[in-house]
């Protein structure tokens, strides 16, 4: 892990595309600005590991599952 020391109002550049400012720091808390382009998605970790969570969940679906929301929305139509 890169560890860098920035204050209120520097900023840093993760590759062409990715910019980080430090707006301001008040006692624990940063708070920061950051410029990616529009496809890049920035989430903050404690939803990121949710929705990687939720993505494994519905990787592991059984095959008789899927079956059976298949056969529902069959119905549905």
């Known amino acids: 892990m890169l560890i ?12 062409d595309n990715t910019k980080i400012t430090v707006f301001s720091i008040q ?19 404690e939803v990121y590991l949710r929705i990687k969570a939720e993505n494994l969940r519905a990787v592991q679906a059984s095959n008789s599952d899927l079956l059976m929301v298949a056969s529902k929305w069959q119905k549905r139509k």
Do not use: T, W
Not at 4 to 15: D, F, M, N, P, V
């Open 4 to 15: 860098l020391a920035r204050k209120a109002g520097e900023s840093l550049h993760i590759g």
């Open 27 to 45: 006692g624990k808390q940063v708070r920061l600005g950051i410029d990616v382009p529009s496809d890049v998605m920035v989430y903050r970790e």
